[in-house]
């Protein structure tokens, strides 16, 4: 399929071929899904801990005698029927991530950028470039544009001025072709691919 493509500055920069195998796809919600929460997973810490029953600092001695006091048995301050216990089954550190292959990774990659390109929020550019690297030169082509919570996504290597001037806009991401994935795609509002970008992509996704 064709698709028009525009300068920065909204300026036409003719048309680009897209390839139907990765932007003609009728997108699925449970491939979607699952490679999202394989993302998620895999950025989770995993760093969390409680202190057990054999990790407060108590006495070990015996708190109080075996009988006669009433009460119900007990040997140790630790307990976690105590205050100031150990907490039985308590979360330890641990991956929460899981495997996914890299052959459905792709395919959900794909589907990402087909929902962008039904929802009609795929914007190709030309190349991104930015007069002196000014931050304020940026914002305004951006909100020119009308692009809220945009990303763009580059050939292998980002222009590093253009990155210098992006980086102050909250509303703005850009990534290079290899750093492209589901997540980051459906989060944003409009999807911005350079000619590069498309290209680097189309040879990631064969």
């Given at each position: 399929?064709?698709?028009?493509?525009?300068?920065?500055?909204?300026?036409?920069?003719?048309?680009?071929?897209?390839?139907?195998?990765?932007?003609?796809?009728?997108?699925?919600?449970?491939?979607?899904?699952?490679?999202?929460?394989?993302?998620?997973?895999?950025?989770?810490?995993?760093?969390?801990?409680?202190?057990?029953r054999s990790d407060v600092s108590y006495s070990t001695k015996k708190?109080?005698?075996?009988?006669?006091?009433?009460?119900?048995?007990?040997?140790?301050?630790?307990?976690?029927?105590?205050?100031?216990?150990?907490?039985?089954?308590?979360?330890?550190?641990?991956?929460?991530?899981?495997e996914l292959t890299k052959k459905f990774r792709k395919l959900g990659?794909?589907?990402?950028?087909?929902?962008?390109?039904?929802?009609?929020?795929?914007?190709?550019?030309?190349?991104?470039?930015?007069?002196?690297?000014?931050?304020?030169?940026?914002?305004?082509?951006?909100?020119?544009?009308?692009?809220?919570?945009?990303?763009?996504?580059?050939?292998?290597?980002?222009?590093?001025?253009?990155?210098?001037?992006?980086?102050?806009?909250?509303?703005?991401?850009?990534?290079?072709?290899?750093?492209?994935?589901?997540?980051?795609?459906?989060?944003?509002?409009?999807?911005?691919?350079?000619?590069?970008?498309?290209?680097?992509?189309?040879?990631?996704?064969?």
């Amino acid at each position: 399929m064709k698709a028009d493509a525009i300068k920065l500055d909204g300026a036409s920069a003719g048309s680009v071929e897209l390839d139907d195998a990765i932007f003609g796809l009728e997108p699925r919600a449970d491939i979607l899904h699952r490679v999202v929460r394989w993302q998620r997973n895999n950025a989770q810490a995993g760093t969390h801990a409680t202190l057990g029953r054999s990790d407060v600092s108590y006495s070990t001695k015996k708190i109080y005698r075996q009988k006669g006091t009433g009460g119900a048995r007990h040997g140790s301050k630790g307990a976690p029927i105590f205050r100031h216990g150990g907490v039985y089954k308590g979360p330890t550190p641990r991956s929460h991530g899981h495997e996914l292959t890299k052959k459905f990774r792709k395919l959900g990659l794909r589907h990402a950028l087909s929902a962008k390109m039904m929802a009609g929020e795929l914007v190709v550019i030309d190349a991104i470039t930015v007069d002196n690297a000014k931050t304020s030169a940026l914002a305004k082509h951006v909100n020119d544009r009308g692009w809220k919570r945009a990303l763009i996504i580059d050939g292998a290597e980002v222009n590093a001025d253009f990155v210098r001037a992006a980086r102050n806009l909250a509303n703005l991401d850009v990534l290079p072709s290899m750093g492209a994935n589901v997540y980051d795609i459906l989060k944003s509002d409009t999807l911005v691919i350079t000619k590069a970008g498309l290209e680097a992509l189309e040879a990631r996704l064969k």
